[in-house]
Each structure stands twice: as structure tokens, then as C-alpha cells.
């Protein structure tokens, strides 16, 4: 079945999986129900351009893609199957449809999204019946942290509940971003950590794609679990100027 999202998750997997030249996708379809591709080999960055090398699957893109079912395990409810070479650009939203986009899927707190399922180290247990990912609108950055040789962020927010939460970002594009300003740029982690936090908090809307990762065991004793992470950080007007993970 041949369906267009608008593409609103582009993550980054762990660097054990296929070198590091995995990700995750995730769209939006007409109805507002969040879809994310899976194929056998994992979702390759190679899939996300075309045959010029142009970028197709990126935020804010409308992409085709033949999809079918596959079995699910929750809470992953999102997935489907798709076929690699049948990924077709429609284009990019304006800038106003990619909001009503990630408002079509918005909460307004976390646990609002995930439910009676939502522990409070900020986790979900495997098998819970019900969603994986979703949009947190109107939170408020607290701080940023660049963790690693990557320099990989991790967000301190909190939701219009009142409730904190300090999780890793796997937001290619953001990844991305802040590796480019440390490594090509020869900015400070601390100075990429105040520019970051400086466009984030002086945008006048503020959107988070939160995430479950799948399911894993951080310490034996405590078994799998879905941890919370940002799948997506985005603000209207854009800190990244129509940037995507290509350009950096």
C-alpha cells in the first residue's frame, strides 16, 4: 500500500548496528497517526536520498513509501514494513503545515502520552499496549549537556505539568549539528551547550518528539526496558534555518 508521511523522526541508532549507518524513521500519515518504516537489514542511511545523492527522508519532507504489515510488539505499535527502493519524494511542508503536523500528534506532558505506563526513571515496561512516540508541545528547556567523543546531546525539560526529565537526544540532525559546531567549527562544547540552549529557549514555540527505544537491559538486575529519549527538537521560527542532517 502506497501512503505518504511527512516525516517528522530521524534518529540516530547505536553505533553497534550495522557500523553506525542505521536509523530510525518515523512519519506522519493524513489521519494523524504516527508510522515508522522498518525493513529486514535495518532502515540504512543510504535509504534517506535519492539516486542523485539529494536528500529525500528528512523533518518537514512528504515521502512516499509502499508499505505492508508486520508483526508488532508492543509498545512499537508503530511499525510497518516498507520496500527501500520504493521511497519517493513529494516535496517539503511549509513551514506552517510541518506545525500542524506535530500538533496533529502534540501532548502536553509525558505522561499524558504514555499513560499509567510511564515509570518514574523515565521508562516502559515491553509489551505495554500503547504508543511509543509522540510530540511534547510547550516545554521548557532547562539546560543542555554534550556527553561523549560524539558530543551527543542530552536535554534537561520540563513539560507544562510541572514534571522534569533530563534524557539523551538521538535527533540526527541535532547530533549532527553539534558535532559539526565542535569538530568542523572548533567551537567548545561549552559554547555549542550555550548557543543550543540560547536558540532553544528564545524560539517562541517549542516542539519534542519523544521516543521508547527498544527494549534493553541497562543493568541485569533490573531486566529490559523502553527508555525515554528526544527523537526530534524542533522551534517555529526554526533555530536551524531549514538545515537538516545533510548539511552538516
Not at 81 to 94: A, D, Q, R, Y
Request: proline share 5%.
Amino acid at each position: 500500500m502506497k501512503k505518504t508521511l511527512v516525516i517528522t523522526d530521524v534518529t540516530q541508532m547505536p553505533t553497534d548496528r550495522n557500523r553506525g549507518n542505521e536509523v530510525c524513521v518515523v512519519g506522519i500519515d493524513d489521519e494523524g497517526r504516527s508510522v515508522r518504516p522498518v525493513c529486514e537489514g535495518g532502515f540504512l542511511k543510504d535509504y534517506l536520498y535519492d539516486i542523485r545523492q539529494k536528500v529525500v527522508v528528512r523533518h518537514g519532507a512528504k515521502v512516499e513509501f509502499d508499505l505492508f504489515p508486520i508483526a508488532i510488539k508492543p509498545p512499537h505499535i508503530e511499525d510497518v514494513g516498507f520496500k527501500p527502493m520504493s521511497v519517493i519524494s513529494k516535496g517539503l511542508c511549509s513551514s506552517t503545515h510541518w506545525e500542524s503536523v506535530l500538533q496533529k500528534s502534540a501532548f502536553s506532558s509525558v505522561s499524558e502520552i504514555y499513560g499509567g505506563f510511564l515509570m518514574e526513571s523515565g521508562w516502559v515496561k515491553p509489551g505495554a499496549q500503547i504508543r511509543s512516540i509522540a510530540t511534547l508541545s510547550m516545554a521548557s528547556i532547562v539546560d543542555i549537556e554534550l556527553t561523549g567523543r560524539s558530543f551527543k546531546p542530552r536535554i534537561t525539560f520540563v513539560d507544562r505539568s510541572e514534571c522534569r526529565f533530563n534524557l539523551p537526544v538521538s535527533d540526527l540532525t541535532l547530533w549532527d549539528y553539534a558535532y559539526s559546531l565542535v569538530k568542523k567549527q572548533g567551537c567548545t562544547p561549552e559554547e555549542v551547550k550555550d548557543e543550543l540552549v540560547s536558540q532553544l529557549k528564545g524560539a517562541n514555540r517549542l516542539y519534542l518528539r519523544i521516543g521508547l527505544a527498544r527494549p534493553w537491559v541497562r543493568d541485569k538486575d533490573e531486566g529490559a526496558r523502553c527508555w525515554l529519549q528526544i527523537t526530534g527538537v524542533y522551534t517555529f521560527p526554526d533555530y536551524l534555518h531549514g538545515k537538516s542532517f545533510a548539511d552538516f
